[in-house]
């Protein structure tokens, strides 16, 4: 089946991966990017060759995740263009690196905005649309780090990202009784293939980080973090895995999608943690009378 589809943060990464292979399936992909007529004036001309040179359906949209208007307007082309939208991918998001007490609260404010308080913008213009259709996909791209192991100097994105996986979950039992489907795809550390780690935002505090490279117990540590980390993914580690990933799961049957999928080629351990911790959440709702929560109301 086509689907109308939305991804956020297509300009690059894991979003302009999965929205090339979702358009190869088949379905009807508008990149969501912001700064289409700057900074990523490049990435929309790439998306109109891309689509033009495969002969798929696959179009950019201008759709700034920090701006509720913006969110709003671009939700609004998409429905007016289809007439629907079935599937909402929320996969924006930005990485930084260094020790967490050089970060400013600000910074915090603003990771947080991209990577948790933008699903709330997204999700505040389109869930109307699918509540009215009663029927509708949720994907959000989560992370390995929310659960697993955590190494030093990641702390403000693990603590967004592991945000917005609590969100994640907590929208699953809402959503159902709409018929809204909720799949959490959960990336490990993909060091190479994107430029998640080079592109990471560093803290605005360089005395306080300085100190930090400076002392005894911690010189060279960020560029030992950074090594150890890479050391534990393997040679053959494809990040278009994460894209295929999402295609498989917006191409199964309704009602037939996991709630999660791990791609996570350093087996940091996530998948484990994550399986006992919806285990223990499904069994509380099934305890509290609340069990039809776990699976979308199929609605005719």
Known sequence: MKNIIVITGASSGFGAL????????????????????????????????YAAAHGVDLRAIELDVLSQESVDAAIKTIISENGRLDVVIHNAGHMVFGPAEAFTPEQLTQLYDTNVLSTQRVNRAALPHLRAQEKGLIVWVSSSSTRGGTPPY?????????????????????????????SIIVPGAFTSGTSHFKNAGSPNDKARAAEYDSSAYSGGFADKIQKS??????????????????????????????????????????????AVADRIRAEFLRRIGLGDLLAPRVND
């Open 229 to 274: 980390l890479a050391a534990t993914v393997p040679p053959d580690a494809d990040v278009a895995a994460v894209a295929d990933a999402i295609v498989k799961v917006v191409d199964m049957p309704f009602g037939k999608r996991p709630f999660r999928i791990h791609i996570d080629p350093a087996q940091d351990g996530c998948e484990v943690v994550n």
């Open 154 to 182: 990641l702390a403000p994105y693990f603590a967004a990202k592991a945000a917005m996986d609590a969100l994640a979950v907590s929208y699953a039992g809402e959503l159902a009784h709409w018929g809204i489907e909720t």
């Open 18 to 49: 999965a929205a090339r292979a979702l358009a190869r399936a088949g379905h009807t992909v508008y990149a969501g990017m912001r700064q289409t007529t700057g900074r990523n004036a490049p990435q929309l001309k790439d998306v109109k060759e």
